[in-house]
């Protein structure tokens, strides 16, 4: 639940203006609850930034979300999946 | 990405049937300035809450609605954890608050010249809501609100 919350919530800062990018851990919620950026993440339930104590993959995805808000060309719903270091693209 | 199968069946089925709200139409503001001039505020889910604030209400039906304010300065050792859900695994937050509420990172990036500056304040939500209509209608606009003031430009949002 946790996935539509942080949706709803940044659906209203968006609302007051304030530009927003959420963590999401399940696609399939994100496409039903459509928050206006998303950053999509590879990792288990409990985990939305990688690993506890590893600073450099916390840094990695923040950066990664951090990211959307410089996409001149986006439109709402965006949806992009955060990549590990040295993972290719499928 | 998380996988459902990690999820009990009674979780699976439940979200599956689970009406989700949705956004629509899906505001969108366009940043007029570049990250690394921008005030930057945090929205935790983790169910956070700061000593001498009331914790999250466990068995509020529906879900506890409430926020809390989480100080920027605070030690993340003295925060303390209320999100009732049993769907995920607690120990990595309490091996590292950041996490799930990326404080240290944050300031670390702004360090390097990333972020322009980080709020004073932030906020933890508990974000096992089942029932989100008092979040949207009432706490979510009170957040917003917050944020206005502190002059937040933009907000990073984690769920658990």
Not at chain 2, 30 to 48: E, H, N, W, Y
Not at chain 2, 73 to 100: C, K, M, Q, T, Y
Request: net charge negative.
């Amino acid at each position: 639940m946790c996935n539509q919350t942080v949706s709803l919530v940044a659906a209203e800062l968006e609302r007051r203006g304030i530009a927003t990018v959420v963590v999401q851990l399940l696609r399939f919620i994100a496409e039903k609850v459509q928050p206006p950026r998303a950053l999509l993440v590879p990792f288990k339930h409990g985990f939305p930034l990688g690993e506890p104590k590893n600073p450099e993959l916390q840094r990695e995805v923040i950066a990664a979300a951090l990211r959307l808000f410089e996409d001149a060309d986006a439109e709402p719903p965006l949806l992009t999946e955060f990549r590990p270091p040295g993972q290719s693209p499928i | 990405m998380a996988d459902l199968s990690e999820l009990s069946l009674p979780l699976r089925l439940f979200l599956k049937a689970y009406p989700w709200r949705r956004i629509d139409p899906i505001p969108w503001v366009i940043p007029d300035k570049p990250v690394s001039q921008s005030r930057l505020a945090l929205v935790t889910t983790a169910g956070f809450s700061a000593p001498g604030q009331a914790p999250f209400d466990e068995g509020f039906k529906g879900g506890d609605y409430s926020f809390r304010i989480i100080p920027d300065g605070i030690d993340l050792g003295a925060l303390e954890e209320h999100h009732r859900s049993e769907a995920f695994d607690h120990r990595g937050l309490a091996a590292d608050p950041n996490l799930v509420f990326p404080r240290d990172r944050v300031h670390e990036l702004e360090a390097a010249g990333k972020i322009g500056s980080i709020n004073h304040r932030h906020l933890s939500f508990m974000g096992s809501i089942t029932a989100p209509g008092r979040l949207r209608s009432e706490t979510a606009p009170e957040a917003a609100k917050l944020f206005k003031e502190d002059q937040v430009d933009l907000a990073l949002l984690v769920p658990v």
